[in-house]
């Protein structure tokens, strides 16, 4: 089994709040994945999340990570463009059926990783105040670090 690291950014843009206890408030984020490596470096603009695919993977295998772009809020404002990396496959079908669970915007989300295993996430998206902007497919090759 091999541990992936899905390498992004994840940028403020924009944010305005309010001096009052409960007044308004806007925040707008800007995101970016820009590859799978086995080793990650640590750099000041770069964010990692570390998946156990399950299965095992080599630098130059092909990869595809799903990933969802959400706003979220309450009653007094929101904020547009969290990302959040959901899972990285060896296997595009299974990619894209993990993406239709997501879809769906349930509290819980299971789907099939490459190994024949259930995994169960529970999903960001789900609550009154969130939206899903986008849930992507990116295909990268794997590199050995970045």
């Known amino acids: 089994m091999t541990m992936v690291n899905v390498a992004y950014t994840n940028t403020v843009e924009h944010s305005e709040y309010s001096e009052e206890e409960y007044g308004p408030w806007y925040s707008c984020m800007s995101s970016d ?4 490596c086995l080793e990650r470096l640590d750099t000041s ?3 990692y999340d570390k998946i ?8 130059g295998d092909t990869v595809y990570v799903v990933s969802m772009i959400y706003s979220s809020g309450d009653s007094f404002g929101h ?9 990285c496959f060896k296997d595009v079908e299974l990619a894209e059926a993990c ?3 997501y879809e769906k915007k349930t509290y819980s ?3 099939m990783a490459d190994n024949g295993n259930m995994v169960k996430n529970s ?7 969130e939206h899903i902007s986008s ?8 590199a050995s670090y970045m």
């Open 99 to 101: 993406r239709v669970e």
């Open 123 to 129: 999903n960001p998206a789900s609550g009154y105040f």
């Open 135 to 142: 849930i992507d497919i990116d295909k990268f090759t794997i």
């Open 45 to 47: 603009y770069s964010v």
């Open 33 to 36: 994945v820009y590859g799978v």
């Open 109 to 111: 989300v299971e789907f």
């Open 52 to 59: 156990d695919m399950g299965v095992d993977v080599a630098v």
């Open 79 to 87: 904020s547009e463009g969290h990302l959040e990396i959901i899972w």
